[in-house]
Nanobody, 124 residues
Framework: QVLLVESGGGLVQPGGSLRLSCAVS????????MAWFRQAPGKEREYVSA????????DIADSVKGRFTISRDYAQNTVYLQMNSLKPDDTAVYYC?????????????????WGQGTQVTVSS
């Protein structure tokens, strides 16, 4: 069974930082893509960032570019999202996702496996 478990969410003031983690078990990652999405109440699930597992090639949404950084620990099957200069608009449940091909990286429906989500709240 493939399992993705997110952690690291919480409450932070505007301008603060958090680092999210997503640990994958039950699968050896090779030609895979891992991504972060987020979903705020009443809104559609939004693409945030993605990374190819073997090469570490990165992509990031314009809305968080310059503030968020995706990375992976190849040996530990773990992907991270470093979130700096957080804004209230970043408040959402953040999900990590996994798929086994390189196409349609920004489309949520293309992903095969999802974590349970971790809440990020940015508020004074």
């Amino acid at each position: 069974q493939v399992l993705l478990v997110e952690s690291g969410g919480g409450l932070v003031q505007p301008g603060g930082s958090l680092r999210l983690s997503c640990a994958v078990s039950g699968r050896t990652l090779r030609r895979d893509v891992m991504a972060w999405f987020r979903q705020a109440p009443g809104k559609e699930r939004e693409y945030v960032s993605a990374i190819t597992w073997n090469s570490g090639s990165r992509d990031i949404a314009d809305s968080v570019k310059g503030r968020f950084t995706i990375s992976r620990d190849y040996a530990q099957n773990t992907v991270y999202l470093q979130m700096n200069s957080l804004k209230p608009d970043d408040t959402a449940v953040y999900y990590c996702a996994l798929k086994s091909d390189y196409g349609l990286m920004k489309i949520a429906d293309a992903y095969d496996y999802w974590g349970q989500g971790t809440q990020v709240t940015v508020s004074s």
